[in-house]
């Protein structure tokens, strides 16, 4: 899971794929907080760039399609 507000971007054989989380939707309400991203017919992933809201970054190399990080 990954906190409200970060922005996630997956670099993969030349494309960048994006998301930004998002918890909450109303009153009393929530969001599922994992991070899905589609790639495609991708096959492999580049790099991945988590950017938090205090202005860090994490970066993540080898990953595997198909798997699930906990960070």
């Given at each position: 899971?990954i906190?409200?507000?970060?922005?996630?971007?997956?670099?993969?054989?030349?494309?960048?794929?994006?998301?930004?989380?998002?918890?909450?939707?109303?009153?009393?309400?929530?969001t599922?907080?994992?991070?899905?991203?589609?790639?495609?017919?991708?096959?492999?992933?580049?790099?991945?760039?988590?950017?938090?809201?205090?202005?860090?970054?994490?970066?993540?190399?080898?990953q595997?399609?198909?798997?699930?990080?906990?960070?």
């Amino acid at each position: 899971t990954i906190a409200s507000g970060a922005q996630v971007t997956v670099y993969s054989s030349g494309k960048k794929f994006y998301s930004e989380i998002s918890t909450g939707r109303g009153y009393l309400s929530s969001t599922d907080p994992r991070v899905h991203i589609g790639l495609g017919k991708a096959n492999t992933i580049d790099s991945v760039e988590i950017k938090w809201t205090d202005g860090l970054c994490t970066y993540l190399f080898d990953q595997t399609i198909g798997t699930t990080v906990i960070i």
